[in-house]
Each structure stands twice: as C-alpha cells, then as structure tokens.
C-alpha cells in the first residue's frame, strides 16, 4: 500500500499544529513517579511517629513503677462516715467523740487474707460471747504494690477486705456498727484503726457493759 504524500495545504495544517504542542519530556514524567514527587498524586505523606519506649524485659517489672491511681473510691474513712447510723444516738455521739472505751483489740497488721480472716472471725465472736461492746480493729496502713502491670492492684488490700467481712457473715449479726477508732485510740494515723461497736450479748450473764461508760 503506497504512502499518500501531503499537500501543501496538509503540510501547513501540521506546521501550525506542532507550534502550539508543548514537547512532552518522558524521562522527566517518568523519574517524577519513581521519586514520588509526581503533580498527579501529590508529596509522600509523612509516617507517624511512634514513640519509643524505654526497653522492658518480658516477665521483669518496671525499674520505676508507677504510683497506683487506680482506686477512686472514697477513702475508708469517708466511707464509714457516710454509713447509717445503726446503734442509738447518745451512743453514738460518745463513740464518735471517744468516750467509748475499747475492751480488746486485735493486729491485723502483716498478715496474708487467708490467715486474717479466721483471726478476725474468731476474735469479734469470742469477744461478743464475752459480752464486750467495743474493740478495736488494726489493720496496718497496706504496702503499694502496684509494679505498673496492666491490671491494677488496690493499695491496702487488708484494710479494704476487713469491712467486707465485718458485713457479712458470720460476723454481721452480731456487728452494730463500725467506725474509724478516735484519735484518743490511735485513729487518724498512719495504720487503720477500725471501732467495732458489737450487739448486746443475751447469754453473756453478769458482763458489764464498761464500754459505755464515760472515759474519766
């Protein structure tokens, strides 16, 4: 098939076209692409930035463990405060101003749940059979071992289990009501000091009820 041969007036058509196309630079067009610096897709976006943690071994704690923040529960202290009053008024008024005197006390302090609960238990019944109406409830001021873990731990286990137990039986019919001690016996302190104000014992024939006297 022979090739048509242009005319002049083809010719100057064609002139006229390739004075207004811009010359496409290929190797340009290309080396954009490969650089990622192309119009059509716009600059590279930057990756985030991850930040570093300083290296922890797996199954070591943290050096620096964090301060437990976990617990937002009132103190324990506000916690009986806000408890209803169960015993009578005039009662009352002299346990809150440590008129009461304690008739016993027992240390909780430095022992594991499993060996203060049965020392506890044994304690409150023996002293109600007893026909004691106050003692006194130490429970130590709790260790912070929160080592930064992913599931908390509540800072003084001991002190927030004790009121647990007291509520619930077999204490809690013969627990009338239960306070932070008065500072007159160590409360407000360091350590939790718990006033256990216990129930009128029937059996307990001749017991005198000297916690409810007035302190001289």
Same mark, same amino acid.
């Given at each position: 098939?022979s090739?048509?041969?242009l005319?002049?007036d083809d #010719?100057?058509?064609? =002139?006229?076209?390739? $004075?207004?196309?811009?010359? %496409?630079?290929v190797d340009k &067009?290309?080396? !954009?692409?490969?650089d990622g610096?192309?119009?059509?897709h716009g600059?590279t976006?930057t990756?985030?930035q991850i930040r570093?943690r300083?290296?922890v071994?797996?199954?070591?704690?943290?050096p620096?463990p964090?301060?437990?923040?976990?617990?937002?529960?009132?103190?324990?202290?506000?916690q009986l405060r806000q408890?209803?009053?169960?015993?009578d008024?005039?009662?009352?008024?002299k #346990?809150?101003r440590? =008129?009461?005197?304690? $008739?016993g006390?027992?240390? %909780?302090?430095g022992m594991? &749940?499993?060996r !203060?609960?049965p020392?506890?238990?044994k304690?409150?019944?023996?002293?109600?059979?007893k026909g004691?109406?106050?003692?006194?409830?130490?429970?130590?001021k709790?260790?912070?071992r929160?080592?930064?873990?992913?599931?908390?731990v509540?800072?003084g286990?001991?002190r927030?289990q004790?009121?647990h137990w007291l509520h619930?039986?077999?204490?809690?019919?013969?627990?009338q009501?239960i306070?932070?001690?008065?500072f007159r016996?160590?409360?407000?302190?360091?350590?939790?000091?718990?006033a256990?104000?216990l129930?009128h014992?029937a059996g307990?024939a001749g017991a005198v009820?000297s916690a409810?006297r007035p302190?001289a």
């Amino acid at each position: 098939m022979s090739r048509k041969r242009l005319d002049k007036d083809d #010719l100057s058509l064609w =002139k006229k076209v390739t $004075e207004r196309t811009e010359k %496409l630079d290929v190797d340009k &067009l290309f080396r !954009a692409e490969i650089d990622g610096t192309s119009p059509i897709h716009g600059p590279t976006p930057t990756p985030p930035q991850i930040r570093k943690r300083s290296s922890v071994v797996m199954g070591k704690p943290d050096p620096k463990p964090r301060r437990n923040t976990h617990d937002l529960m009132p103190s324990l202290p506000d916690q009986l405060r806000q408890a209803p009053v169960q015993m009578d008024s005039k009662a009352f008024g002299k #346990l809150k101003r440590g =008129k009461m005197r304690p $008739e016993g006390r027992i240390d %909780l302090h430095g022992m594991t &749940l499993d060996r !203060a609960h049965p020392a506890l238990t044994k304690f409150i019944l023996g002293s109600h059979a007893k026909g004691r109406r106050l003692v006194l409830v130490i429970t130590g001021k709790g260790k912070m071992r929160d080592e930064g873990g992913p599931i908390p731990v509540r800072h003084g286990v001991l002190r927030h289990q004790v009121p647990h137990w007291l509520h619930s039986p077999p204490l809690a019919p013969v627990v009338q009501q239960i306070r932070a001690a008065h500072f007159r016996h160590g409360g407000e302190g360091v350590e939790i000091r718990l006033a256990v104000r216990l129930r009128h014992c029937a059996g307990a024939a001749g017991a005198v009820g000297s916690a409810d006297r007035p302190r001289a």
